[in-house]
């Protein structure tokens, strides 16, 4: 667990120094990593015969939880986008109507 913090401090305090440099390439080499990192999650369960032998019941236990999982976020999601921008147009029409804005 200590190995984990230290790496993200390291990480943390290598972006605080180069907060300033454009790195737009980041976000394509974490897609990058994460696309790895799922390819190694599926060697592992697919070479574990204890997993693969009980695909059957963890399979519909898996479908329930992921379509509640994505249904839940979804609507989440939606609802936060729903308040956030009912909240920003409230205060525009504030701001254009002279409303509510500094003297």
């Known amino acids: 667990m200590l190995k984990i913090v230290m790496i993200m401090l390291c ?4 972006g605080y120094l180069l907060r ?13 990593l994460i696309w790895v990192l ?14 693969i032998s ?8 898996a479908i329930v939880l992921t379509f509640g999982g994505s249904l839940g976020s979804a609507l989440f999601a939606w ?6 921008t009912a909240k920003q147009a409230k205060s525009s ?11």
């Open 11 to 14: 990480g943390i305090g290598t």
């Open 20 to 32: 300033n440099k454009k790195m737009s390439f980041i976000g394509r080499i974490i897609t990058a």
């Open 38 to 51: 799922l390819f190694l999650l599926g060697i592992e369960v697919g070479s574990n015969p204890r997993i």
């Open 54 to 61: 009980g695909l059957q019941t963890l399979g519909l236990e």
């Open 79 to 84: 609802a936060l986008w729903k308040y956030v």
């Open 93 to 103: 029409a504030h701001a254009e109507t002279g409303k509510g804005g500094k003297a």
